[in-house]
């Protein structure tokens, strides 16, 4: 039985051998996909870092906005513009198209169509 065992190993070492060439070949490959890898990581790093400062930029104006309602003694007016709805169905939305407008940004960089 430990004849036909080491045989059947012996096999499968045969079959299972690759060339100099095959491996060349293969790693090849590897580098072409880890490096194809390496620079998609960086495209989705800086894309990243920009929505963060978009983030940043509508936070900040939020709460300038809040803090100029406060302050003027806008509260009420701001209530009743709010209950009233002028800003249409999607506040957020108004806001940050308006946002990215000022900002020159274009929405549809992030996927956003109107």
């Not at 080491?6 to 590897?30: D, G, I, S």
């Amino acid at each position: 039985m430990a004849k036909e065992e080491f045989e059947a190993y012996k096999q499968h070492q045969e079959r299972t051998k690759l060339t100099y060439e095959e491996l060349e070949h293969n790693c090849k490959v590897y580098r072409k996909y880890r490096d194809k890898l390496e620079s998609e990581i960086g495209v989705l790093q800086g894309k990243v870092a920009h929505l963060n400062r978009l983030m940043e930029a509508e936070r900040e104006a939020k709460s300038q906005a809040y803090a100029f309602i406060l302050e003027s003694g806008l509260l009420e007016q701001f209530k009743e513009y709010s209950r009233l709805k002028l800003y249409g169905d999607n506040a957020h939305k108004t806001c940050v198209e308006y946002i990215a407008h000022m900002a020159g940004v274009s929405m549809f960089d992030f996927g956003e169509n109107s």
